[in-house]
């Protein structure tokens, strides 16, 4: 039935014209994981930083989630398991890994979902928030990439996690010196998943001229990923909060000078480094590590860097 919606879908989009693909085409880009990366970091440098530590600590959750489930149901995308249904224009290329659930979906329930949570936001913004995850939910689904039931357990579990972590980082407010016990079940739990990722055995199917359909140890590549964000940002997060202690109660020309420079170093990391450390280092250890890198540089190097080149006053304290 699932793939009767998505063929249903896609002669509709077909018969009605680019323009709706076209505008959800932007909106799937809302739940790519470098756009929700750098929404995250902006936050947490420039906007809030104790909001910016819960998406932050959402997201890390969320990706794990994510790429446990994904290497654990092995779901073939829809293309594969049937040729008749076509992704809209160039979707497939940010396709990448199982298709169950919806790691889009999962990014947006983090990234906007987060906010949608938390009842001390105004009503009128969270509904907008709860909007665009839904919104990107669709986009996934019309451009042919997912199934409705990868987006909306990709929604329910992506929001789930996101009003655990609600719970969660309250704890750690009125409990901080507990922040070394979160960040060494996470850690543990990132080592687990990564393990089980790479030890467990994936399907082999073949077509019929005998080319093999999926092959498992690319698909797992997400899930090495999100164990690389989720550790660094545990690391970071910690190493922060014992020895950073920076505020984002500054004035706007200081939050504007600090998000230019920071993706403008976020960028050179992205591009010049993570590379780098990706290819000296073979197969699903490079993918940690570079994500490892990455995510490191956001919760915490940039940070520390901050502290320092602002000249803020050097009494060092634990932050909740």
Known sequence: MDINILLWLQDFRNGAGAFLADFLSKMTFLGELNTALVILAAVYW???????????????????????????????RPWIRDARVVPYGNSMATATGYSFPSGHTMNAATTFGGGAVRKDLPRALRIALGLLVALVAISRVYLGVHTPQDVLVGAIVGTLVMALTVGLMRWVAAHPEKDLLVAGIGLALAAAVAAYAALKPYPMDYDAEGKLLVDGAKMANDTFKGAGWCAAFLVGWVLERRFVGFSTDIAMP???????????????VSLILVPLVKGALPGAAGTFASCFVQMLYISFLFPWCVKR????????????
């Open 46 to 76: 420039c906007v809030s930083k104790e909001f910016g530590s819960y998406l932050l600590m959402g997201w890390s959750g969320n990706r794990l989630v994510n790429g446990l489930l994904k290497v654990t149901a092995c779901a073939y």
């Open 254 to 268: 200081r939050r504007i000078a600090r998000l230019t420079i920071g993706l403008l170093s976020y960028y050179a």
């Open 309 to 320: 080149l602002e000249k803020a006053p050097a009494s060092i304290r634990v932050c909740s």
